[in-house]
């Protein structure tokens, strides 16, 4: 499963870098907020849990 990391939250996402969130976050408009993340999801909003 592709996971993204919010850089400033350390929050990490069911997601990949150039589109969207699981849960709605857009990862295209600050890439340098977001990495490849191959650690558990921890964000609990809809759609990533
Ligand atoms: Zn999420």
């Known amino acids: 499963m592709?996971?993204?990391k919010?850089?400033?939250?350390?929050?990490?996402?069911k997601g990949q870098i150039g589109g969207a969130?699981?849960?709605?976050?857009?990862t295209t408009s600050k890439l340098a907020d977001w990495e490849v993340s191959f650690?558990?999801?921890?964000?609990?909003?809809n759609g990533c849990k």
């Open 2 to 4: 592709m996971a993204v």
């Open 6 to 13: 919010h850089v400033s939250t350390s929050e990490v996402h």
């Open 21 to 26: 969130t699981a849960c709605g976050f857009d």
């Open 39 to 45: 650690e558990k999801i921890t964000c609990l909003k």
